[in-house]
């Protein structure tokens, strides 16, 4: 029988296209990786993968295997998720992706504390504006915006915010302060790129009704923390979540610009991949950040 690491090496390299990667995400070198692989195919008596210069390929029954072998890990690690659901443990390794600005100036903060609470849980965070990928990363949980069409990622909603246009003060004295959005093409604006594409149509709404300015970006990052960084040293008006400058707007070094146009709010939701019995830590992480993200909004009310 083949040993139980060598099927999540293989699943990971299924995953990543790579021996080398799977293996420095598993801390096993390249040459190591690889030998458990041939280990496995061997004990399987076939080949798994297609090797090319450029990536691994799942043969057909590789394919098979590999199927089967996903299904065997995750009944193994519900087993063991019930185990620590009955003892109310909190352990292992927990992945998050998070936006970059809602992650690091407020969410971090959050399972800072989420930790302290439980010692024995290693938390792993990636900031990334960006969708991510939940398999190939090995993600347990993503901070998302917005409404989702994948139909294989579960979700929990923690609020439902909008989104606004926020300038600081020093900029509105300089350059007058907009009192419409078709206005927002006569100032310099901060936008945001999602992916390879600039987020240069700003939603807001009239009598109920949504519509889209275009904007042409005066900067552009691909960094949603940079977007608000230059807006609070007064470099030009960003569209932000409510979430990003409730507390920066609160405070005074953001002012929402118009507050009676604002779009319909959009969800902030935790994703994560199905599973018939979700982790007890991700569960918990979920629970804990819902509870926070509420004391967040009622510290910090939205605009209406």
Not at 121 to 144: E, S, W, Y
Not at 202 to 218: G, I, L, N
Not at 234 to 249: C, L, M, P
Not at 274 to 286: C, E, M
């Amino acid at each position: 029988m083949y040993h139980l690491n060598d099927l999540k090496l293989a699943i990971r390299v299924a995953d990543l296209h790579s021996v080398s990667a799977a293996g420095r995400e598993l801390a096993m070198t390249p040459a190591a990786a690889s030998a458990a692989l041939q280990r496995l195919e061997k004990k399987l008596d076939c080949v798994l993968f297609a090797r090319s210069t450029r990536k691994m390929t799942l043969t057909e029954e590789g394919q098979l295997f590999i199927e089967s072998g996903r299904k065997a890990i995750q009944l193994l690690e519900g087993a063991n998720n019930a185990l620590a659901d009955n003892r109310g443990e909190l352990k292992g390794e927990l992945k998050i992706s998070l936006p970059s600005d809602l992650g690091r100036n407020i969410v971090r903060e959050w399972l800072d504390e989420f930790c302290n609470l439980a010692p024995q849980l290693k938390i792993t965070l990636l900031f990334a504006d960006q969708m991510t990928d939940l398999i190939g990363q090995n993600v347990h949980l993503a901070l998302r915006y917005g409404h989702l069409e994948d139909s294989n990622l579960m979700r929990r909603q923690l609020a439902m915010m909008p989104r606004v246009a926020v300038a600081s003060p020093e900029y509105l004295k300089t350059h007058g302060q907009p009192t419409h959005p078709r206005e927002l093409p006569q100032h310099q604006v901060l936008v945001l790129n999602r992916g390879v594409e600039p987020w240069q149509k700003w939603r807001f709404s009239h009598k109920s009704k949504q519509y889209e300015v275009a904007v042409t970006a005066d900067k552009s990052c691909n960094d949603g923390a940079v977007i608000k960084d230059w807006a609070l040293a007064g470099q030009g008006i960003a569209y932000k979540s409510w979430f990003d400058v409730a507390k920066e707007v609160h405070q005074g070094e953001l002012v929402v610009l118009f507050a009676d146009q604002l779009a319909e709010p959009i969800p902030l939701q935790l994703v994560y991949l199905q599973s018939d019995y979700p982790s007890h830590k991700a569960r918990s992480a979920i629970d804990f950040l819902k509870q926070k993200s509420q004391s967040y909004l009622a510290q910090y009310p939205c605009p209406s």
